[in-house]
Nanobody
Framework: QVQLVESGGGLVQAGGSLRLSCVAS????????MGWFRQAPGKEREFVAA????????RYAESVKGRFTVSRDNAKNTVYLQMNGLKPVDTAVYSC?????????????????WGQGTQVTVSS
């Protein structure tokens, strides 16, 4: 079985920072791209960031570009999302996703495994 477990969410003030972590188990982690998505109350799940199998390629949603950074440590089976300059509109449940290939991808259809999500709340 493949499991993805996120951690690092919490409550922060606007302008603050958080680092989310996603630990994967159950398959060869280094062979797949990974992504981050988020879903706010009343809204559709949206793409946030993605990283290729070896960390050489990344992709970001326009709304977070320049503020968020995705990285990975394959030796630790872990993907990270560093979030700086947080805004109230960033408030959402953030989920880690495991891809079906080595490539970066921005669509939900490119991912076959999902974590349980971690809540990020940004106060004004």
């Amino acid at each position: 079985q493949v499991q993805l477990v996120e951690s690092g969410g919490g409550l922060v003030q606007a302008g603050g920072s958080l680092r989310l972590s996603c630990v994967a188990s159950g398959r060869t982690f280094s062979s797949y791209g990974m992504g981050w998505f988020r879903q706010a109350p009343g809204k559709e799940r949206e793409f946030v960031a993605a990283i290729g199998w070896n960390g050489g390629s990344t992709r970001y949603a326009e709304s977070v570009k320049g503020r968020f950074t995705v990285s990975r440590d394959n030796a630790k089976n872990t993907v990270y999302l560093q979030m700086n300059g947080l805004k109230p509109v960033d408030t959402a449940v953030y989920s880690c996703a495991g891809g079906i290939s080595k490539a970066v991808a921005a669509t939900r259809g490119a991912y076959s495994y999902w974590g349980q999500g971690t809540q990020v709340t940004v106060s004004s």
